[in-house]
């Protein structure tokens, strides 16, 4: 590791180990051996030819900043602009600050690949560089097809989502007096390396988002694990659905999850699939770990909450401090715990003096994120914000109502089945519980076998 030698003869600065730096020399052969300009140098590579190895897997935008960002490295400090064509030095510092640079070296290249004048950018423009790389990952992933069964935005055109997740990675940038750049007013704020800088080291999904365009617009040989970006998506056979979610909200969510729930996402209850029914819901969730819940109001707001621990059905609060309240649209925020109350999850049915309904943070009536008895209908109260998350109102209305809720099972405990539990079908279903209760009949079963663990 350090400064390594390339084969041109010229000490370059590489991080690569001795592997990783012979793939970037065959890699870079390849690219050189394109001649597609009389202008290009024998021991360099053109625009046409890096459109040509990786043209299919990222978007056109992007490929230009890379090939940009790689030809204005300045490797002697006396250079008055842009190279013609790019080096193997420009290619090995440049993929190896991309890769394996930190904070102020990734910084150095997306300076570049932003802008040809040396010095400060301005908000808008590193603005539009992130939409271009957030789109960029949603693109290169689903070329190489690795989206892990989620989905990317079918529709024509830009996806709000890719503006809305550029709009929040943009908003943990920092000016001087520690402000955060937010609202259309800052778009015209200069931005220099060292706001840049801090920036890719407090918005982590920079650096990750860099990482994953290279590496597999390339095709890099060596190792990038993409289990913990992307959960794999588990729905059980033959209940496929069109989830709320698309793979950039799940990305955002699942970068918040504690490292070791973050490689799976197990679907334990759809309203689309299992019906509009808070018995349903409460025969599904309960005992299986913790879970992401999302619902979208009939304003197209979308929101939800992660709950650390198994929901129970009970009249207590429960839960701990790993718990938060979350929005995607209209904007991706994730509000954390204040400790203030102890209020992180409730779940109850069946109570007559005391609130039945799914709640995440606040009070009793006055919940954060509620989910009423009467399916189809929750509240959002925060004036100004919810005590236990400090989160704002996160639905459109306050009082509002849905059509579609989803609860992930998230990490190992995802793969358990209902099935291995030892449960009987009527204490997975509800409804089929209440029905048998209602018509005199009594469960023969209740008695005769042991309570399963929970």
């Not at 180990?17 to 970037?24: D, I, R, T, V």
């Not at 990734?106 to 603005?127: D, F, N, W, Y």
Request: some cysteine; hydrophobic content about 35%.
């Amino acid at each position: 590791m350090g400064n390594g030698k390339s084969r041109s003869g010229q000490n370059v600065y590489s991080q690569f180990l001795p592997e990783e730096q012979a793939e970037m020399d065959r890699l870079f052969d390849a690219l050189s051996s394109e001649k597609t300009s009389p202008n290009t140098s024998p021991r360099s590579f053109s625009l046409k030819a890096l459109k040509s190895r990786i043209g299919e897997a990222l978007p056109p935008q992007m490929v230009t900043r890379l090939y940009d960002g790689m030809r204005r490295v300045d490797l002697t400090g006396k250079a008055k602009g842009p190279s013609e064509s790019v080096s193997q030095e420009q290619f090995t510092v440049s993929m190896s600050h991309l890769l394996k640079g930190n904070a102020e070296e990734k910084s150095l290249v997306i300076l570049k690949m932003i802008s040809v004048t040396e010095g400060p950018v301005k908000a808008r423009e590193v603005q539009k560089f992130t939409e271009d790389l957030v789109g960029s990952v949603v693109h290169v992933l689903n070329h190489r097809q690795e989206l892990r069964g989620w989905t990317r935005k079918k529709a024509p055109g830009p996806s709000p989502r890719v503006q809305v997740l550029a709009a929040q990675l943009l908003s943990e940038m920092k000016l001087a007096d520690g402000k955060k750049l937010l609202g259309p007013q800052w778009l015209d704020y200069d931005c220099d390396r060292a706001m840049i800088g801090d920036w890719v080291f407090r918005a982590h999904l920079v650096a990750t988002f860099l990482s994953v365009i290279v590496h597999r617009g390339f095709l890099l040989r060596s190792a990038l694990n993409l289990a913990t970006l992307i959960p794999e998506r588990q729905v059980d056979q033959g209940q496929e659905f069109e989830s709320v979610l698309d793979v950039l909200s799940v990305i955002y969510v699942n970068s918040h999850l504690p490292r070791e729930q973050r490689h799976r996402w197990y679907l334990l209850f759809s309203s689309e699939l299992h019906g509009h029914s808070f018995a349903q819901l409460c025969g599904r969730i309960p005992h299986r770990g913790p879970c992401v819940l999302v619902l979208e109001d009939h304003d197209g707001h979308v929101f939800g909450g992660f709950a650390s621990c198994s929901w129970e059905i009970k009249p207590q609060f429960q839960g701990d401090d790993r718990c938060f309240l979350f929005s995607i649209s209209p904007s991706m925020a994730v509000h954390t715990c204040t400790g203030y109350n102890n209020h992180y999850m409730y779940l109850n049915h069946g109570q007559q003096t005391i609130p039945n309904g799914l709640g995440m943070g606040g009070q009793h009536n006055y919940f954060g994120l509620w989910v009423d008895v009467d399916f189809g209908k929750g509240h959002s109260k925060a004036k100004p914000t919810c005590t236990t998350y400090n989160s704002p109102q996160l639905s459109a209305q306050e009082d509002f109502r849905f059509e579609k809720l989803e609860v992930w099972a998230v990490g190992d405990a995802s793969g358990q089945k209902l099935a291995n539990s030892g449960k009987s079908i009527l204490d997975a279903d509800p409804d089929a519980r209440v029905l048998l209760e209602l018509t005199g009949r009594s469960r023969h079963s209740q008695g005769l076998r042991e309570v399963p663990d929970e």
